[in-house]
């Protein structure tokens, strides 16, 4: 539990914030580099940090984000001409570049230097990876991006995807780092196993042991997670994740390197204090993705048409199916579209929920310490000490994995056999 004091300083991210302020010092993914895909083409509207936003892919084809609002009256640069390396407002043709430098001023007079002196604010992007980053904080302290295995992988490898939360990040991250939910949540009833691991052994552990024992280390990156459950009577079935700062997770899918063992990497970006974008890397080292590794970036491209959102969601109550919840799955909620139990869960709690009425349980001890380091890292900056993440891309070199392993593998003596799994499956 947190008091209302610390919950609100952890979750509130807009400008000028401490959390907010600490977030801006990281590269994080704003958009999918397929949602500008030509030169000139549409601008799209993009909140993110609670600012209200537009990208552009300008004539040479860099990503431009800028202020929603034209500095001249406030006019909508959604509705812009993008043409011959500029985004021009239609009100009175004010022209802006991807640095935010007013380019063309045609409304006053040709001698008026006005033009020179007015800029909107721009934020530095960089496409790696199908998605484009953005940095919002101050220009002197640009960090590196952070540099994920993901990156380096051919293309036929992975998948991604995005959509949106609508809750706070932080109670987003946590739905992710909590595994235990998975063995209620995402359990089917029917076939005794979890949701797309019907055939696999650790869809039938995490059936089997509902609860499991949680080793957490903090690490340079964040965290390394440690959940483990009985498996056959010789042996523990493991899980290792990650959580990095300051919201990017790692979280294994089967054991060993066949169908569904893919790593998922999951970042999860304030559009404001109430919303979250989640952006999905899944990948596999050493082979492509095949159909049954993609379904659940295929669900989470089957979407509500422009909103972002599963076709099941908050405004339809997830479009629960009582039927199915007495006779099929655990929580009757549907599947195929978006990631809608999960989201049911987290949304439901309220946008930001209040963590003064809570009652943490040993299941939950990787969110209380992901919080703390969390809540440590931004009143450190606020306190004079850079996040060290920043400067180290290689930080984000890590895997997260699963496997079944004899009983006497300890966390906290055989960490690096562990870790060793973690790096090299
Ligand atoms: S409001 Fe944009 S040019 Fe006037
Ligand atoms: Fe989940």
């Known amino acids: 539990m947190l008091t209302q004091e610390e919950n609100e300083l952890m979750c509130r991210i807009g400008p000028g914030t401490m959390m907010g302020t600490y977030l801006r010092r990281f590269w994080f993914p704003a958009m999918m580099s397929e949602e500008l895909p030509e030169p000139d083409c549409p601008p799209i509207r993009v909140k993110l940090m609670g600012e209200d936003l537009i990208a552009f892919r300008d004539t040479n084809g860099d990503v431009g984000l800028l202020d929603n609002n034209c500095p001249h009256r406030r006019a909508s640069l959604f509705f812009g001409r993008n043409e011959e390396c500029g985004i021009r407002c239609v009100y009175h043709g004010w022209k802006f570049d991807i640095n935010g430098d007013c380019v063309d001023m045609p409304s006053e007079p040709a001698e008026s230097n006005f033009k020179d002196k007015v800029k909107i604010t721009a934020y530095p992007t960089q496409e790696r990876s199908g998605f484009v980053w953005a940095y919002m904080g101050p220009a002197d302290k640009m960090p590196e991006m952070p540099d994920f295995e993901w990156m380096h992988v051919p293309e036929?490898?992975?998948?991604?995807?995005?959509?949106?939360?609508?809750?706070?990040?932080?109670?987003?991250?946590?739905?992710?780092?909590?595994?235990?939910?998975?063995?209620?949540?995402?359990?089917?009833?029917?076939?005794?196993?979890?949701?797309?691991?019907?055939?696999?052994?650790?869809?039938?552990?995490?059936?089997?042991e509902r609860w499991a024992n949680f080793f957490v280390r903090e690490k340079d990156y964040g965290l390394?997670?440690?959940?483990?459950?009985?498996?056959?009577?010789?042996?523990?079935?493991?899980?290792?994740?990650?959580?990095?700062?300051?919201?990017?997770?790692?979280?294994?899918?089967?054991?060993?390197?066949?169908?569904?063992?893919?790593?998922?990497?999951?970042?999860?970006?304030?559009?404001?204090?109430?919303?979250?974008?989640?952006?999905?890397?899944?990948?596999?080292?050493?082979?492509?993705?095949?159909?049954?590794?993609?379904?659940?970036?295929?669900?989470?491209?089957?979407?509500?048409?422009?909103?972002?959102?599963?076709?099941?969601?908050?405004?339809?109550?997830?479009?629960?199916?009582?039927?199915?919840?007495?006779?099929?799955?655990y929580a009757g909620l549907p599947r195929g579209t978006g990631r809608?139990?999960?989201?049911?869960?987290?949304?439901?709690?309220?946008?930001?929920?209040?963590?003064?009425?809570?009652?943490?349980?040993?299941?939950?001890?990787?969110?209380?310490?992901?919080?703390?380091?969390?809540?440590?890292?931004?009143?450190?900056?606020?306190?004079?000490?850079e996040p060290a993440a920043v400067t180290h891309p290689e930080f984000y070199q890590v895997r997260s994995s699963s496997a079944v392993l004899p009983l006497d593998i300890m966390f906290d003596e055989d960490a690096e056999v562990l870790e060793e799994i973690n790096v090299n499956p």
Not at 160 to 180: C, H, L, P, R
Not at 242 to 271: A, D, H, I, K, L
């Open 156 to 208: 036929e490898n992975r998948g991604f995807a995005k959509f949106i939360y609508e809750s706070n990040f932080v109670q987003a991250v946590e739905g992710e780092i909590d595994t235990v939910h998975a063995s209620f949540l995402h359990s089917n009833l029917d076939a005794q196993t979890i949701a797309g691991a019907a055939t696999t052994s650790g869809g039938r552990f995490m059936y089997n």
């Open 340 to 385: 809608v139990e999960d989201a049911a869960m987290i949304e439901t709690m309220g946008s930001v929920v209040d963590r003064s009425f809570e009652h943490l349980g040993t299941s939950d001890t990787a969110i209380i310490a992901m919080r703390r380091q969390l809540i440590k890292a931004a009143r450190e900056l606020e306190e004079g000490i």
């Open 224 to 329: 390394l997670i440690g959940a483990r459950r009985p498996a056959d009577a010789d042996s523990y079935y493991w899980r290792i994740s990650q959580w990095m700062f300051p919201f990017y997770t790692m979280t294994p899918r089967e054991p060993g390197n066949g169908e569904n063992s893919f790593v998922r990497c999951r970042m999860w970006v304030p559009r404001d204090d109430d919303s979250t974008w989640v952006f999905l890397s899944h990948w596999h080292r050493h082979r492509p993705m095949g159909e049954s590794d993609l379904r659940e970036i295929v669900s989470c491209r089957n979407l509500e048409p422009g909103k972002w959102i599963g076709k099941a969601n908050l405004g339809n109550d997830y479009l629960i199916d009582r039927e199915m919840q007495k006779t099929k799955t």
